[in-house]
Structures are given as C-alpha cells and as structure tokens.
C-alpha cells in the first residue's frame, strides 16, 4: 500500500490535542522525552516510538514482575506504515514490526546489524 500526502502539517506541543488535524505529525513535548504521533486522512494519531511502545517492550522485559532481561543496541524506524524496532534481549537478536496495534516477529534472526539491514524483507508472524 502506498500513501501519497500532498500536505503535511507538522506541530511542536506540549499535550497531544484532542480533536487532530489529518496527515500530520504532532511532536508532544513532555518534561524528559519528545513523544511522537502521525495522523492519517481521517486525523487518527498513530504513534512512532512513543512511551506506549517503549513500555510494551519493558513489559516483554519483566519475568514475574521482575527486571530481569536486560535491552541493549535498541533501534527503530519507519517504514510503509510499520514502526519496526530492533534490539539485543539479554545478547538475543530482535526484529518486530508494528502496524495499527498488531505486532509481528522476525523469524530467523541470527546477527542484529545484519538482519536490520533486511528487516523490509524478513519473515514475520
């Protein structure tokens, strides 16, 4: 699927508003961290490396309520509609994507760097 935007409006705020204007993108200012969120054509935010998907990988993190794995090298992008992230859990490689709220895993991931590199062509489920 391709999307053309032929006007896109961009916003630096301090809270994400309640009523968005379409195909935009809203940088929300917060008191440590800049959370990020796109509009598609029907003014729907949809975020890119906000603290939701943060806090969805630290939740992957905890064992029984515990920290205990550890996230090292973690990187992100977007890319036709996915947010795909990549990261080292406890020295294991890890690639997923992320697409209106369903997240799939790479399979076969064997080296970060390189694997990243292809992350547009790997199998996910």
């Known amino acids: 699927m391709h999307t053309t935007i032929s006007k896109t409006k961009f916003f630096k705020l301090n809270k994400l508003p309640l009523v968005l204007e379409q195909n935009a993108f809203y940088f ?21 490396g906000n603290t939701t998907m943060i806090q969805s990988i630290v939740n992957d993190m905890n064992i029984n309520g515990t920290a205990a794995n550890s996230v090292i090298d973690y990187r992100s992008d977007y890319n036709n509609l996915y947010v795909y992230s990549g990261f080292l859990l406890n020295n ?26 292809n992350r547009l062509i790997l199998t996910y489920i």
Do not use: H, M
């Not at 200012?29 to 969120?37: L, R």
């Open 28 to 48: 929300i200012f917060g008191q440590n961290f800049i959370e990020a969120y796109i509009t598609d054509n029907k003014g729907k935010a949809k975020p890119y």
């Open 92 to 117: 294991v490689p890890i690639i997923k994507r992320c697409k209106n709220g369903i997240e799939e895993k790479a399979q076969g991931i064997n080296d970060l760097e390189a694997d990243w590199l």
